[in-house]
């Protein structure tokens, strides 16, 4: 799960991590009163769950509150990569002195935390890690232990040559850490983290993205989720205890198993088509699953087939069968219908589906390209 | 030959009394595996009903079923919350395989979970994977019996369905395999695709391994590099995920291109620079491995 930069510099305010004030404003009038209370030059930032938001003039620097409003007017609303920005956060601009990158990861390779710091900050790490890959220092982290003081200074010093600085920046490498662990981040980053002209060691920007596998035990983590800032299809899935990503396509995907929906979409791209989604139904058999999959799939209009493939393991065939059977009573589809069934009980299902005149496969290359050659008939 | 499982495994059931735990004991019991016990906390005493008149005694705790009846491996459908400690348990006791079925295990849980089963010496496979099966010897998990066979092909997979529709095709081409193994999906897993070449190339009667990865980390990478050096077998690969947008997690916990790496087009090129030959598609598996024979 995805949180925004306000809430994850809340997170981190709240582990002692210093972050300096800032507001969400939903209109450009909050902004502008939000920017009056500061009185001062301001930074207007859209809050969406997508990187490259100065690059998309999602990041802009306001010197008065009537200009916060205008600022704000024009990004609120605005679309990056895809997503609306429904929210900005309105905070004091700081004087910046100098930026490092700080982040910690769940990393798959050594199967630990492993924090990586950099005096390149302010900028995309994975470019530096292009780059300069020398620039970044990495640390992996005994999960039983934690974050040592040794090692947090360690990387510390590394990013700084000032005692102070150093001190500081181990100390919010340590809170970083905290953080990261009681919220069940699998990632969480501090970028930049700056020096003022004074000296003083700030967090102005923070991401953390959370592991969806946590959220079970942190509720308060849990209600973080902004629902508005993703695709309403998305949410609705989840709801409906399937998964769903919506792509570009126009052969719409229902499939058992995450595996082998990837490889019905790539098998979709194989034969000419595109695929308009990701879905995975699971390995329950519920008949409900399937009419929700329909019920979200036939709602995108892009949409110009849909392409059943179920490989019945646990799932049993005539339980979906069952459930198309079922949707097409309840849904009005005028779209064609393309199923894949083998596995387990493959012969009631097939029988189920003739009998409420459906037409079924049980070769996944077959139905693939009858899908692809009636996408492209009707477009 | 079989690799991991084959007809000495004597297997314990964690979570026997669960909906899906009991279920897939029958399934499991009825393939002809050795389901010797069942553990459930406060159930004790109690006896499982299994199909042909097996009956499987439940235990309280791990270490009472492994101390009564010898059991040497363990398979958990304990839920989320409870299955990270269902494994360290399951170590404890001294098993030295233990199948992790389980979707849905905090991450951060199995950064600590993978240094402790390695200090006692344990396997670990998954967890959220299908489980295991050397057809017919035993099966360990949820992979349907009835679409396998036995023959000369190791199959490794960090997926479910798609193995099953890979092996599937296999079977009805007439080709059978010694074992075949899901490793999960997982972003933190107790067994490699590395792992498991190396067992299957000191496996007898494998002859050829089928490889079925998938977008995200470089676990496949690794093995291709690992494959090069060190692998006498030919091996096939798949990757699922070529149509896949990045930063989006597709399903599986650890299926997500982070940036621009793990992606299936950089997976597919380490395969075919380190002599792996990779099918286009799930049905090409089965030419590729009849030319490999």
């Known amino acids: 799960m995805n949180i925004h930069e306000y809430q994850a510099r809340e997170i981190l305010r709240r582990y002692g991590v210093p972050v300096p004030p800032g507001e969400v404003a939903v209109t450009p009038e909050e902004a502008e009163a939000i920017a009056a209370r500061y009185g001062r030059r301001v930074v207007i930032k859209a809050q969406v769950h997508a990187g490259g938001r100065g690059k998309a003039g999602g990041v802009k620097l306001a010197e008065t509150p009537a200009e916060a409003r205008e600022k704000a007017g024009a990004i609120l609303g605005m679309e990056i990569k895809g997503l609306t920005v429904n929210k900005v956060l309105v905070a004091p601009a700081e004087d910046i002195a100098s930026e490092c990158y700080v982040g910690v990861i769940v990393d798959r390779a050594s199967k630990r935390p492993v924090f990586m710091v950099s005096r390149e900050g302010g900028v995309d790490i994975e470019e530096v890690a292009a780059r300069s890959p020398e620039a970044i220092r990495r640390l992996t982290v005994d999960p039983r232990y934690g974050l040592l003081p040794h090692q947090a200074y360690w990387l510390a010093a590394t990013l700084y040559d000032q005692p102070a600085q150093q001190r500081a920046c181990a100390a919010i490498l340590r809170n970083l850490y905290r953080a990261f662990v009681e919220s069940g981040a699998s990632l969480a980053e501090i970028n930049p983290l700056i020096t003022t002209p004074d000296g003083e060691v700030k967090a102005i920007d923070a991401k953390m993205n959370i592991d969806d596998n946590e959220l079970f035990r942190r509720p308060e983590i849990a209600e973080l989720r902004d629902t508005t800032a993703e695709p309403p299809a998305e949410t609705e899935a989840r709801e409906a205890g399937l998964t769903y990503i919506k792509l570009d396509g126009n052969i719409g995907a229902v499939v058992n198993g995450a595996g082998l929906a990837m490889a019905t979409m790539d098998l979709i791209k194989f034969y000419g088509g595109e695929p308009a989604n990701f879905l995975d139904i699971g390995g329950s058999s519920n008949p409900d699953k399937v009419v929700n999959a329909l019920r979200i799939i036939t709602r995108d209009p892009n949409v110009k087939v849909i392409l059943f493939n179920i490989f019945g393991g646990i799932t049993r065939c005539d339980d979906v069968a069952n459930g198309i059977v079922e949707a097409s009573r309840r849904i009005d589809m005028r779209i064609p219908i393309v199923i894949r069934l083998t596995g387990t009980n493959e012969q009631l299902a097939l029988e189920i589906l003739q009998s409420a005149g459906f037409g079924a496969s049980t070769s996944m290359d077959e139905v693939v390209q009858q899908a692809v050659e009636l996408a492209g008939r009707a477009a | ?293």
């Open chain 2, 1 to 293: 030959m079989a690799i991991f499982a084959d007809e000495s495994t004597r297997l314990v059931v964690q979570g026997i009394t669960g909906r899906d735990g009991s279920f897939h004991a029958r399934q499991m019991i009825e393939y002809g595996t050795a389901v010797v016990a069942g553990v459930t906390p406060g159930k004790g005493g109690q006896t499982f009903e299994g199909p042909n008149g097996v009956r499987v005694p439940v235990f309280d705790t791990m270490d009472r079923a492994v101390a009564e009846t010898g059991a040497n491996a363990s398979v958990i459908y304990v839920p989320p919350a409870f299955a990270a400690d269902a494994i360290l348990e399951a170590a404890d006791a001294g098993i030295k395989l233990i199948v992790a079925i389980t979707e849905g295990i905090p991450v951060l849980d199995m950064t600590r979970v993978y240094p402790f089963v390695a200090e006692r010496g344990a396997r670990l496979i998954g967890p959220n994977c299908p489980g295991l099966i050397s057809p017919g010897r035993a099966k360990i998990g949820i992979i349907p019996g009835q679409i396998v066979t036995r023959g000369p092909i190791g199959v490794v997979s960090r997926s479910g369905t798609l193995t099953y529709e890979v092996v599937h095709q296999l079977t009805r081409a007439g080709i059978g395999q010694t074992t075949c193994v899901g490793i999960g999906g997982d972003p933190i897993i107790g067994t490699s695709f590395i792992d498991c070449l190396a067992a299957f190339e000191e496996d007898g009667e494998t002859e050829a391994v089928v490889l079925i990865g998938e977008i995200g980390g470089t676990d496949e990478q690794n093995a291709a590099a690992f494959i090069r050096e060190r692998l006498s077998k030919p091996v096939v690969g798949f990757i699922a995920g070529q149509t896949a947008p990045p930063g989006r997690r597709m399903g599986h916990a650890g299926a997500i291109i982070s940036g621009s790496s793990g992606t299936a087009a950089e997976k597919i090129r380490a395969f075919e620079e380190n002599g792996v030959r990779v099918a286009r598609r799930p049905i090409e598996v089965v030419d590729l491995i009849r030319e490999a024979l």
